[in-house]
């Protein structure tokens, strides 16, 4: 399976690369997602570390049955051949209501046909109050991510 755009990147690939995967992760959708990474990718988001697709997969149903609405932003930070690296915002709201808004950096490693084979993230969350709310849904144009 091949998963364009594929390395080596060049800015403008990259680009579309990190727009693609902000695009199917503010689907909510694990399967699809999942998709997107080789049957072994291995992964690590905050303090868990995980390996292929069918554990990518549970830890999205897990995260987004916790992280309620759930919409994000990246932004390509650097490339460099079969690498990307990514900044991003997210918010969601628990199940108590509380905001919530999560700011990270992520590394990525591609194989050759373009599929995910190492992700590793940093995430911190901040509390929000809904009125400070910034994220809704699907982006709907260019837009830089604020460092607050």
């Not at 909510?28 to 990518?56: C, Q």
């Not at 549970?58 to 051949?81: I, Q, S, T």
């Not at 079969?82 to 194989?111: H, K, L, M, P, T």
């Amino acid at each position: 399976m091949t998963r364009p755009p594929v390395p080596p990147f060049t800015e403008e690939t990259a680009r579309i690369k990190v727009q693609a995967a902000e695009d199917a992760w503010n689907t909510r959708d694990p399967d699809r997602v999942a998709m997107a990474y080789t049957e072994d990718s291995v992964w690590r988001n905050r303090h868990e570390f995980l390996k292929g697709r069918d554990e990518i997969r549970e830890f999205l149903r897990r995260k987004w049955d916790r992280e309620l609405d759930y919409a994000l932003r990246k932004e390509l930070w650097a490339v460099l051949g079969n690498r990307i690296a990514v900044r991003f915002q997210y918010e969601s709201r628990d199940a108590s209501g509380q905001w919530w808004r999560s700011y990270g950096n992520e590394q990525w490693e591609f194989d050759e046909s373009g599929l995910m084979r190492r992700r590793e993230a940093s995430i911190n969350d901040v509390p929000i109050d809904e009125t400070e709310r910034r994220i809704f849904g699907p982006r709907s144009g260019p837009e830089e991510l604020p460092l607050r």
